[in-house]
């Protein structure tokens, strides 16, 4: 009958540190090979290749115009530029997120009307892309050339001509912050359905409306699931403002066109977007793993607490 302890030190000897030899107390020596990778190592050596190549062609090629870059970096249209695309950002975000909890709420409505109608907003305008649903907001007034309050298939009353009301800040804000709608209230509508039912139904047992428990007990529940996604929307949102260019409003990306045109230093002055876009976008990133980090520490506060 074999030592009970021995398959416990057959085990503490197979994994003693790699390329030494152990023994147990029969006499039995292993020697431990590490696992091998080569793949890890051609990858390396693939990924190395690389980034030294594009380091050689960031630094050897002088139609760069590195002095160009930086000529024109905080250049007071470059830094106006900047301005506009967050103004545009924070906007369209406003929009998004407002509406997209709207649409998330009623999504979930016992009311089949209203739940349906928030489906088919969400389904059309995921279909649409955003540069389309500017251009289209841009160019609406070819479609309604006079605002005007009615009956619908009934008498109305003129308002005010379109062109006064839909402008290139009009449409950019709209046209984002409505495709950012559709794809918010999915974000926050798989946030609610994560918080249990049960958390609901206790709030209204304490006397709490519906509005009240969805405010207080599952919506703070319910932002650990929501911020990762919503940060890389807001993220992605600051991206999508260059796509207002087409229709001439002066964010940064228009306002680097209009420069080189001028100049026709157009490699330059596409480095210069670039970089601020990773400015920003780099900040928000901070931002965004502050943010869940607090809410991670604050929910295993709550779990210690329990």
């Given at each position: 009958m074999t030592d009970g302890s021995a398959p416990g030190t057959a085990s503490r000897s197979a994994i003693a540190p790699a390329g030494k030899r152990s023994s147990n107390p029969a006499g039995e020596n292993f020697v431990t090979v590490p696992l091998r990778h080569p793949w890890r190592w051609f990858g390396a050596a693939v990924m190395l290749f690389v980034l030294l190549s594009i380091a050689d062609l960031l630094v050897t090629n002088p139609r760069w115009q590195?002095?160009?870059?930086?000529?024109?970096?905080?250049?007071?249209?470059?830094?106006?530029?900047?301005?506009?695309?967050?103004?545009?950002?924070?906007?369209?975000?406003?929009?998004?997120i407002s509406f997209g909890i709207l649409l998330a709420i009623l999504r979930?409505?016992?009311?089949?009307?209203?739940?349906?109608?928030?489906?088919?907003?969400?389904?059309?305008?995921?279909?649409?892309?955003?540069?389309?649903?500017?251009?289209?907001?841009y160019f609406f007034s070819a479609l309604v050339p006079v605002l005007s309050i009615g009956i619908p298939f009934g008498p109305s009353i003129d308002i005010v001509k379109t062109n006064t009301v839909v402008t290139q800040l009009f449409a950019a804000v709209v046209g984002l912050g409505l495709a950012q709608a559709a794809y918010v209230s999915?974000?926050?509508?798989?946030?609610?359905?994560?918080?249990?039912?049960?958390?609901?139904?206790?709030?209204?047992?304490?006397?709490?409306?519906?509005?009240?428990?969805?405010?207080?007990?599952?919506?703070?529940?319910?932002?650990?699931?929501?911020?990762p996604p919503l940060g890389n929307e807001v993220i992605s949102m600051v991206k999508a403002t260059s796509?207002?260019?087409?229709?001439?409003?002066?964010?940064l990306l228009t306002t680097v066109q209009v420069i080189y045109a001028r100049t026709f230093e157009q490699i330059p002055m596409l480095m210069v977007a670039v970089i601020w876009y990773g400015i920003i976008t780099s900040v928000l990133t901070l931002a965004q793993s502050q943010i869940e980090s607090r809410l991670n520490k604050s929910a295993k506060n709550v779990k210690g607490a329990r």
């Open positions: 590195w002095n160009k870059v930086w000529e024109y970096l905080f250049s007071e249209p470059i830094l106006i530029g900047v301005a506009y695309t967050l103004i545009l950002t924070v906007l369209a975000e406003v929009v998004g979930l409505s016992d009311n089949p009307l209203l739940s349906w109608s928030s489906a088919a907003f969400t389904w059309i305008f995921r279909g649409i892309p955003p540069l389309v649903m500017i251009l289209f907001i999915e974000i926050v509508r798989s946030g609610i359905l994560s918080v249990s039912p049960g958390q609901t139904r206790a709030g209204l047992a304490l006397g709490m409306t519906p509005l009240q428990a969805m405010r207080h007990i599952v919506f703070p529940q319910a932002m650990r699931v929501v911020v796509l207002v260019s087409v229709i001439a409003y002066m964010e």
